[in-house]
């Protein structure tokens, strides 16, 4: 059965460090998005992107904050400059044309910002 | 706007009795709903959804949940719980029509379930 990935599964950062994300989507899945998951608290919406270009953002998507498809099956998420509060666990999730309303996520990112 | 309340952060149930994780969702507009499942360092498994057609709607893993629009809920259930349950329970509604197309999630902040021997 197809799946949703993320690399890497853990990254421990130094406060202020870039880093990037990597999700790759169901194959023939559209519609992209990232969520996160502080500790202890409700997942959250960060992004969608459809056609090569955000569709919707949440207000914690800042400008430290962007999205790319740079190949036809990579999807990343970029943070500039990290903060503390950047740490999280962040989930990728894919859909398609058919079976519009269901999301499939990946197994997600730990991010442990220092 | 959206929004998911779960009630119990924490529940356990004895090997085989009765599984009730419970949900309540607001929505502006008819919800879709879902349930999803976490196992241990593994991503949100899809165990159902409610996209209005039946109210009663089944799952994978014997759970089964029931849409109640007068009480805006979305309970989930499992007549026999089985040790493999044991994971983390996150139920989540859409909006069924969105302008933006996004059909962004909005998820409660989830239900762990213990099961004990």
């Known amino acids: 059965e197809p799946e949703v990935t993320q690399t890497p599964s853990h990254q421990v950062t130094q406060m202020g460090q870039e880093v990037i994300l990597r999700c790759v989507p169901i194959?023939?899945?559209?519609?992209f998005y990232w969520y996160r998951q502080i500790l202890g608290q409700k997942v959250e919406f960060l992004v969608s992107?459809?056609?090569?270009?955000?569709?919707?953002k949440s207000e914690i998507f800042d400008d430290q904050f962007s999205v790319e498809r740079p190949d036809g099956s990579n999807f990343t998420l970029k943070i500039r400059s990290t903060k503390l509060e950047d740490s999280a666990m962040y989930f990728c999730?894919?859909?398609?044309?058919?079976?519009?309303?269901?999301?499939?996520f990946g197994p997600g990112t730990r991010l442990l910002v220092l | 706007a959206q929004s998911v309340t779960q009630l119990g952060s924490h529940v356990s149930v004895s090997e085989g009795a009765l599984v009730l994780l419970r949900c309540n969702y607001s929505s502006s507009v008819p919800p879709y709903l879902f349930w999803y499942v976490q196992y241990p360092n593994q991503g949100l498994q899809l165990l159902l959804k409610?996209?209005?057609?039946?109210?009663l709607v089944k799952g994978i893993n014997g759970f089964e949940a029931e849409f109640k629009k007068s009480e805006t809920s979305f309970h989930l259930t499992k007549p026999s719980a089985h040790m493999s349950d044991a994971a983390e329970y996150f139920c989540a509604v859409r909006g069924r029509y969105s302008g933006a197309g996004s059909y962004q999630l909005t998820f409660g902040k989830g239900t762990k379930l213990s099961v004990i021997p």
């Open positions: 999730a894919s859909r398609g044309l058919l079976n519009q309303e269901t999301q499939y």
């Open positions: 992107f459809y056609n090569n270009e955000i569709s919707e």
């Open positions: 194959s023939n899945h559209l519609y």
């Open positions: 409610y996209t209005s057609a039946a109210t």
